[in-house]
């Protein structure tokens, strides 16, 4: 970072500037809601607005871009998530939606600080429950709460790559750096625009996904806010039992519709809209996605159906929950603890396979969570290879997807993924059985935590709170594996190993004598 023309060089502080001034515009449309809701709350949310707004604006104003190096881009992104999940807290703790009695001022900021990493990173775990009813909150704070996961879902950088056309040039690698799972594809000729593609896409997603909340039952005001839900595939709610509230068949359609739409690689819908193409049918990725998706209702229809409920509570039930928890949905349908759509009171089959859909996710590209679907396949495919060289051991074998072959730096990048991912569920379920959780809690929490998925086993089901299954400490360790989630494994930590390496390395320059080799 250096100085030059009275501003400051820095990418970082430029690319979070811009970000923080996009959160102030959330809070002041969530300031208008609570005003037309006659909230007293109104004046906390506008003080947010105005905080925010003098923030970002400082930051990007005394700031321009500067390096755009794999290790700046790195600590960019990483750095304007973290910052943003911060400042997020404000409007939380202006209005005080955490205060109850018997907590201080650290667990009120603990919390606020988890419903807003869970909120960015579209992750929809939350400390809401009995204790502090999500229903008694006024309009404001639940629009700006919605908001953060519609912000998060597509990515706060791409939404700062479409607006700032001075990150052209690098603006492919901060998406890049950003988007979960596989690289994102040009589909303009600038990256810029290919940006403001992938946002008219998603505006558009939201759009229809609230127009069918809105014309099957719910009120205006709910539709739009589990609209911005679902196309995130956040989880939020307006009600304390989400989707249970309704009740309603047609509503858990459009909810699931939403779901597989957003959870799908957004470059095939971009490919349809621009190029008419229809290339669903041919993406290997999404015919996996979906038949693994056919297959696990299936398994869990019949189980439940075994297991003494009807063959039309078990389709219904099956569906939806399959569906929610491989797509990172994070809504619920049970009316309630322990009814029918209540998993985590579901045979242990059942919950078995459900814990298979939180690890795996969606497809790359999209706004799912997860491993990736595309993860998985080339596993099995190299898995596949493995077994034929051991075979054929003279043989000269790749392993290959449909027609391509896999790239072995893949392989091996996946591989390393892998092997990193686990090591943190183990570290993380240990963390937290250490500090009070049981180990089913501790596991699913974990991977529900990485793969930004919401909802997960024990006590921190789908009509539970994750202040029931976790401490304080706990549910600080698990919002920073959903931020870990969120920006992937390699990118986290790259963005405090590149800018290590670089800052050596001018350190070594500095120490050389001048003339040297």
């Known amino acids: 970072m250096k100085i030059e023309n009275q501003k400051i060089v820095s990418t970082s502080m430029h690319m979070t500037g811009i970000a923080v001034i996009f959160v102030a515009v959330g ?30 604006s400082v930051l990007f104003k005394s700031s321009e871009l500067g390096a755009t190096d794999q290790a700046s881009i790195f600590t960019a992104v ?16 202006f209005v005080g939606t955490f205060s109850r009695a018997g907590i201080g001022l650290p667990e009120v900021f603990v919390d ?7 909120g960015f990173t579209a992750t929809g775990s939350t400390v809401f429950g009995v204790h502090n009813s999500i229903q008694s909150q006024g309009s404001g704070i639940l629009l700006y709460r919605q908001l953060t996961q519609w912000m998060g879902g597509m990515g706060i950088v791409v939404l700062v790559v479409s607006v700032l056309p001075s990150l052209r040039a690098s603006g492919l690698g901060l998406i890049d750096a950003e988007a979960p799972g596989a690289g994102v594809e040009r589909i303009a000729p600038r990256v810029v625009e290919t940006a403001k593609k992938f946002w008219y896409i998603y505006v558009s997603l939201t759009v229809f996904i609230a127009l069918g909340f809105f014309l099957f039952g719910m009120g205006l005001f709910d539709a739009i806010a589990h609209g911005l839900s679902a196309a995130s595939t956040g989880g939020f709610s307006t009600k304390d039992i989400s989707l249970g509230y309704w009740n309603s068949i047609t509503i858990e359609i459009v909810a699931m519709a939403g779901f597989l739409i957003a959870a799908t690689n957004f470059t095939l819908h971009a490919r349809l809209i621009e190029r008419k193409r229809f290339d669903y049918a041919s993406d290997s990725e999404f015919k996996s996605f979906i038949g693994v998706i056919f297959l696990g209702v299936l398994v869990i229809t019949l189980l439940l159906n075994g297991e003494g409920f009807s063959f039309g509570s078990s389709l219904r039930n099956a569906s939806f929950n399959v569906i929610t928890l491989a797509t990172s949905g994070g809504f619920g349908n049970a009316l309630g603890s322990g009814e029918a759509g209540d998993f985590a009171s579901w045979p242990g089959s059942t919950q078995l396979l459900l814990l298979f859909f939180i690890v795996l996710g969606g497809c790359s590209g999209s706004t799912s969570g997860g491993v990736k679907i595309m993860r998985f396949r080339i596993g099995l495919a190299h898995a596949h290879s493995a077994l034929r060289s051991i075979m054929r051991p003279r043989a000269l074998i790749q392993a290959r997807m449909g027609n391509r072959t896999v790239n072995d730096s893949l392989v091996e990048r996946i591989a390393g993924f892998v092997v990193i991912y686990g090591m943190l569920v183990i570290i993380g379920t240990f963390i937290l059985t250490a500090l009070g959780s049981d180990l089913i809690t501790s596991l699913s929490g974990t991977f529900s935590a990485l793969g930004n998925m919401g909802p997960g086993l024990g006590e921190v089901g789908p009509t539970s709170s994750f202040v029931d299954g976790f401490s304080a400490p706990g549910r600080l360790v698990l919002l920073i594996f959903m931020l870990i989630g969120r920006l ?30």
């Open 27 to 56: 809070v002041g449309l969530s300031t208008i809601v609570s005003i037309f809701d006659n909230r007293v709350d109104f004046f906390q949310l506008l003080l947010s607005t105005v905080i925010l707004i003098f923030v970002g």
């Open 112 to 118: 606020s600080l988890f419903e807003s990493v869970s």
């Open 78 to 93: 990483g750095t304007t998530w973290l910052v943003v999940s911060l400042l997020g807290t404000i409007p939380y703790l």
């Open 488 to 517: 992937e494994i390699f990118p986290m930590l790259l963005m405090f190993v590149l800018p290590y390496r670089a800052s050596m390395q001018a350190v070594k320059s500095k120490k050389m004598p001048h003339g040297s080799d």
